[in-house]
């Protein structure tokens, strides 16, 4: 299947069509099993479903200029990227029109469960963390982004970045340590 993806977007990028449509098929599965992960991180009784989420990140990805896809790993680098996209502007519509909070959201495997009521939107704060470090650091901005949002392995972000696996370990735990830090009340 990797070479099948990378064949697809390979084919998309030297203008065929024809290539993106047959690359739904055989991506949409795992690009489910991502929306899923994401959407059981999100707050409860989120209205978004795995399905909509996939579509709708769709939707975008094809709206805009054909990508310079290197890969089946950054193929989903980016696709993790849009859901992230769509998951902020969810919460941002909700945060608008309630105006609550206290919903948990964790990064499995971090050690991050920010369920604090005094949060009004756990994501947002997730996803306001995550730009801070971006802007600190965009390559571990980009590795934790992969690693907790793409669902990608460690070798598939060392394919997709060109970075060492060393230095990608290392970044994905000084990553995973800062984030810590800005999500835990009490720990800035």
Do not use: C
Not at 18 to 34: K, S
Not at 95 to 102: D, I, L, Q, S, V
Not at 163 to 176: G, H
């Amino acid at each position: 299947m990797h070479q099948e993806v990378t064949r697809l977007l390979v084919e998309w990028r030297e203008g065929n069509r024809a290539a993106l449509d047959a690359l739904l098929p055989v991506v949409y599965e795992e690009l489910r099993r991502l929306a899923e992960s994401y959407i059981s991180r999100e707050r409860s009784g989120h209205t978004l479903q795995p399905t909509a989420l996939v579509h709708e990140a769709y939707v975008r990805l094809i709206g805009q200029d054909i990508p310079d896809f290197q890969n089946r790993a950054h193929f989903f680098g980016v696709a993790a990227h849009l859901m992230r996209q769509v998951l902020v502007d969810s919460a941002r519509k909700f945060r608008a029109g309630k105006r609550g909070g206290g919903n948990k959201v964790s990064l499995d495997g971090m050690g991050i469960d920010i369920g604090d009521p005094s949060v009004n939107s756990p994501f947002l704060a997730l996803e306001e963390a995550l730009q801070n470090l971006e802007k600190l650091d965009a390559r571990k901005g980009q590795i934790l982004e992969m690693k907790y949002f793409g669902g990608l392995t460690l070798d598939e972000i060392v394919e997709a970045t060109g970075v060492s696996k060393a230095t990608v370990s290392r970044d994905l735990r000084s990553a995973e340590a800062w984030i810590r830090v800005q999500l835990t009340p009490g720990e800035k």
